[in-house]
């Protein structure tokens, strides 16, 4: 009996000393979105794929799924949602390492660059998706 208390307890300590880091990742998570808001991320994805996806719309056609994108989503949820995805996704010491890392101007601006470079490479990876997919149907459609 007594053994079994202690095996049980033994197996349970990891999950408080989990708990404990959790708190501290979650505390962590909060700080990215301080560095990093939500908002921001948001908003800097409906360009992305404004221009990605949408720039042959009228600028009036890309305000409308602005705004309906913008009233769709709740900020607070997504907030939440990225607080806790940042606390399970990763180890304490990654968010350590990313709040010390994004907390610098340089950074910072790289992050601001980084919608710059994805213009860059994501139309010759559409290509080359584009390419694969025409190679795929043709092979699949010859005897």
Partial sequence: ????????????????????????????????LEIRPAKE???????????NYLFAYSEKE???????????MKPQALEKLSIDAYAETFTLKELEAMVEYYSK?????????????????????IQMLDQALIKVRTESKSP
Avoid: W
């Fill in 62 to 72: 890309q305000q409308l799924f602005r705004t309906a994108v913008l009233n769709v």
């Fill in 105 to 125: 101007p340089e950074a910072r601006s790289a992050g601001e660059k980084q919608e710059q470079l994805n213009r860059k490479i994501a139309p010759e990876i």
């Fill in 1 to 32: 009996m007594l053994r079994t208390l202690l095996f049980c307890l033994i197996l349970s300590f990891p999950a408080y000393a989990q708990d404990d880091d959790f708190a501290q990742r979650l505390t962590l998570a909060e700080q990215m």
């Fill in 41 to 51: 991320q948001l908003n800097s994805a409906i360009e992305s794929y404004i221009s």
